[in-house]
């Protein structure tokens, strides 16, 4: 049985840039523990070697990967956020898709009278849905 499961994103060079758009956009989001490749390490100097950082409560890994790989993001996987308020979700869509692509635009899809599908621009896939 595991003892915990964590949604993990690989980036090359963008996980820091993601976690402070991720804190910056997210009210109770913060990030949990953050360390960097050293000089000689694995990956180049200064990049994340592991964080993990929480949004409303679910903690994510993340880290720079120092291969390049690929592939990359793929909306098959997606953060699914339900917000309380179409203020919050408009927002949010702002910040999340500035740079990145909207695969839904936000509208009543009859499932939900408020929701959006985006890409940030590091590529990462978000559902936002108003609860």
Same mark, same amino acid.
């Given at each position: 049985?595991?003892?915990?499961?964590?949604?993990?994103?690989m980036?090359?060079?963008?996980a820091?840039?993601?976690l402070?758009?991720?804190?910056?956009?997210?009210?109770?989001?913060?990030?949990?523990?953050?360390?960097r490749?050293?000089?000689?390490?694995?990956?180049?100097?200064?990049?994340?070697?592991q964080?993990?950082?929480?949004? #409303? $409560?679910?903690?994510?890994?993340?880290?720079?990967?120092? +291969? @390049?790989? /690929?592939?990359? !993001?793929?909306?098959? =996987?997606?953060?699914?956020?339900?917000?309380?308020?179409?203020?919050?979700l408009?927002?949010?869509? #702002? $910040?999340?898709s500035?740079?990145?692509?909207?695969?839904? +635009? @936000?509208? /009543?899809?009859? !499932?939900?009278?408020? =929701?959006?599908?985006?890409?940030?621009?590091?590529?990462?896939?978000?559902?936002?849905?108003?609860?």
């Amino acid at each position: 049985m595991p003892k915990q499961v964590t949604p993990f994103l690989m980036f090359t060079g963008d996980a820091e840039r993601a976690l402070e758009l991720y804190t910056s956009l997210f009210d109770d989001a913060e990030v949990l523990t953050l360390t960097r490749f050293g000089p000689g390490g694995a990956g180049a100097e200064g990049t994340v070697e592991q964080a993990t950082f929480s949004i #409303a $409560g679910q903690v994510f890994r993340c880290f720079d990967s120092p +291969p @390049v790989h /690929d592939f990359t !993001f793929t909306p098959s =996987f997606s953060v699914f956020v339900d917000v309380e308020s179409a203020e919050e979700l408009d927002r949010l869509f #702002a $910040g999340l898709s500035e740079g990145g692509g909207v695969l839904m +635009p @936000v509208g /009543d899809y009859g !499932f939900s009278t408020r =929701f959006a599908w985006v890409n940030d621009r590091f590529g990462v896939s978000w559902q936002l849905n108003l609860a």
